[in-house]
């Protein structure tokens, strides 16, 4: 009975949903993928990640084939106990993706494309054969940050037996504890969520005496890091061209005193990757010509 007592409204609601349906209705067009440059040793790596160390004094560790995420209460994995010499280190990542998103704008014409579902995966392991990796459970946060400008400054000797490198300020990615101490470095950031690791799964830990990259044996493998699509990283992909802005770098910071992530960058078959699925979206004239239209349309259908 209502359909029939009022069908301009019946038609006004028909035309919104298709208005919406055509925004909503994005479609996955393919999926992308950007790794790490490959290798210990690998002059295109020292620029794309970077290590830094809270020690005295502050320094860097990468270009050496793993990288590490650590609290300041992680356990050096050596049968011994006690925790790694030096107790806490964030993670930079670098990515380059200004020629995919030429290549993706070149294919689906700029703005009527975006990203889904992106994700940062990489191979992890407990096994450790340098006191500079801790092991154990516990969360890190993932940032998008704006300062693209940061490498690995490979400065020499922290005077310590790490084969560690010493921190020089305005290269190096900033060691932060917190969030505003990233912002001031950052310049802006963006929370992309935390991510849980639980070293202890499967529960019978393994032989750690010597350094493996088969990720099939017990508390390693590949993790998983889901990222949001918070809107200044989606823009950061979305603006990045290979002739200016090509970089979008991601920020990784332990929240548990107890965590111990070592992850490969280098001997393994698996460096850092960061992934999305790109989506349709709809053409900006095509939705606000049916927009506009919807008055006129709704004021035909009264008369």
Partial sequence: MMLWQNPNRIFSAALLISATALYAGAGVLTTESIALPYGPGNS???PAYDEVIN?????TWGEKGAEGVEGSQSIYPNGSGGYVNNPASILALKFNVGSLTDSLNSTYG??????????????????????????????FETYWVANDSWQFSNAGSAGNSLGASKYVAGTDAAFAANATDLATWAGSDADLGSTTYNWLSPANNPNYSSWSTDKSLANQGMLTDNLSTASAFVTDILSASA???????????????TLGLCIFTGGGNVTPTLSFNVISVPE????????????????RRRR
Avoid: C, E, K
């Fill in 44 to 46: 295109l790596a020292a």
């Fill in 243 to 257: 002739t200016s802005n090509p970089n979008v770098s991601l920020y990784l910071m332990p929240t548990s005193n």
């Fill in 284 to 299: 900006p004239a095509a939705l606000a010509t049916l927009l506009a239209a919807l008055p006129v349309m709704a004021y």
């Fill in 55 to 59: 020690t005295s004094p502050l320094s």
């Fill in 110 to 139: 700029a703005g009527n494309w975006t990203i889904s579902s992106p994700t940062l995966t990489f191979q992890y392991t407990y096994y450790a054969n340098n006191p500079v990796f801790g092991a154990g459970a516990g969360t």
